[in-house]
């Protein structure tokens, strides 16, 4: 083969190619050595792919035995537990596979990662309605709450004095007077929890009231009406409060909270403001419009709250309400103040004790939205004075509807509204309150 290529060349070629072997030379160790080099990289690239077969054929292994370990498990779970009863075989398989489950979790989870949380106890927290909040302050925690309340209410009243000689002829007086009466209140709440289950609560509101008696007397010879305005400012009735979480509650599980309030009688006292009245109005002759001529801002009595509340989480909803009663400590040796510093004697007076029941539903919408829809009533007794019933006193029935909203503006802050319409003749037209809960 060699001779047949010199042949074609001939003479000059040979020439040539005798003249040429240091070029070629040159040219193929340069070749060689890139060759080699690039048998370097890929022997290389060889020996780790042969390392990562190496460890996926024993990972491979492992686990084969691992699952062949399981099945004997299984099979003499299932031999040990034929002939038992009905079911057996199925419960015994269902443990067989939870138990490779958790063996399967156990292997791949080198280490755990992260902490569970703790399981909170606390009531689920909905939009407050009443006055009794739902969800419990944690120990060690603060929360500051101000809030403000505005109340407005109307009625008419007319009073008949003299008799009739037929059904449609009156002799005497037909007093026609209406009432509007404006309440605003603001007040800062504090409470804390002494333990997980245990709360406090202090309340000191500020009252502004304000009404307006419109009245018209008619078989007078005038029907002029006479209007009559009064109002009142001043520190209220400052608010004590504890409550203590019953049970341990949960999903499908009813929570139950004791509570009890105190009410004092920080307030300017209805007795002590004046009666527009003079000398003759002890007795029965009355002379002047019997109003008071500035309005109270407290009770003028100490009173005492016992209550229970109860919170069912039903997902996506909670149910709740509350039972109470409100018992009026009595007053001896009362007296009100009338035109130039008259004291006019009263003697004891006991208001009527309060029966009281809520209940209610809320509602979250989205993780920082809930909405809550309730319905409040109160049964005020008669008032009793010197151990009889005062005359014209019933006994009395407040209804309120109320809707209330809540928006978590951030993990320690929160908006509450609530709007509530009576629905008896002697509960206020409307109310509406704003509360701030801010947590520390």
Not at 69 to 79: D, I
Not at 141 to 151: D, S
Not at 176 to 183: H, L, P
Request: proline share 5%; hydrophobic share 35%.
């Amino acid at each position: 083969m060699h001779g047949k290529i010199v042949a074609r060349l001939g003479g000059a070629g040979l020439t040539a190619l005798l003249l040429a072997p240091p070029v070629f030379a040159q040219q193929d160790g340069q070749s060689m050595q890139q060759m080699e080099e690039t048998l370097k990289k890929l022997q290389s690239a060889l020996d780790d792919q042969r390392a990562l077969v190496e460890q996926l054929s024993g990972e491979v292994r492992m686990q084969r035995e691992q699952l062949r370990a399981m099945q004997r498990g299984s099979t003499e779970l299932l031999a040990s537990q034929r002939g038992t009863g009905p079911g057996s075989a199925a419960q015994a398989q269902g443990e067989a596979q939870g138990q490779a489950q958790v063996q399967m979790q156990s292997q791949s989870a080198q280490q755990a990662v992260g902490k569970a949380p703790a399981k909170d106890g606390r009531p689920p927290e909905i939009a407050p309605l009443f006055e009794q909040p739902g969800v419990l302050t944690q120990k060690g925690k603060y929360v500051l709450e101000p809030a403000l309340q505005f109340g407005y209410s109307s009625s008419n009243r007319v009073a008949l004095v003299g008799y009739t000689i037929i059904p449609a002829l009156l002799i005497g007086l037909i007093d026609v007077r209406e009432i509007k009466r404006n309440t605003f209140t603001a007040s800062l709440s504090g409470r804390t929890g002494l333990s997980n289950r245990l709360e406090v609560e202090v309340k000191v509101p500020y009252v502004y009231r304000s009404d307006a008696t419109v009245s018209r007397e008619i078989f007078t010879g005038t029907a002029v009406e006479r209007a009559f305005d009064t109002s009142g400012k001043a520190l209220g009735d400052v608010e004590l409060a504890a409550r203590y979480q019953l049970n341990d509650g949960g999903a499908n599980k009813p929570y139950y909270i004791g509570g009890l309030r105190l009410k004092s009688r920080t307030g300017r006292d209805p007795f002590d403001v004046v009666t527009d009245c003079t000398r003759r109005c002890i007795g029965e002759n009355v002379t002047g419009t019997g109003l008071p001529l500035e309005l109270p801002t407290g009770s003028g009595f100490y009173s005492l709250q016992p209550s229970l509340t109860w919170l069912f989480p039903s997902d996506p909803a909670i149910f709740f309400g509350s039972v109470s009663y409100i018992h009026t400590i009595k007053r001896s040796n009362v007296s009100r103040l009338i035109l130039e510093g008259v004291r006019e004697p009263i003697g004891e007076l006991e208001p009527g004790g309060v029966i009281g029941f809520n209940f209610g539903m809320g509602l979250a919408l989205n993780e920082k939205t809930s909405l809550s829809l309730g319905y409040d009533h109160s049964t005020l007794a008669r008032v009793r004075q010197n151990g009889a019933p005062v005359p014209g006193s019933v006994r009395t029935q407040l209804g309120t509807l109320l809707i209330g909203y809540s928006y978590r503006l951030s993990d320690k802050r929160t908006v509450n509204v609530s709007i509530g319409a009576g629905v008896t003749r002697d509960t206020p037209d409307v109310s509406l309150s704003v509360r701030v809960p801010m947590s520390f």
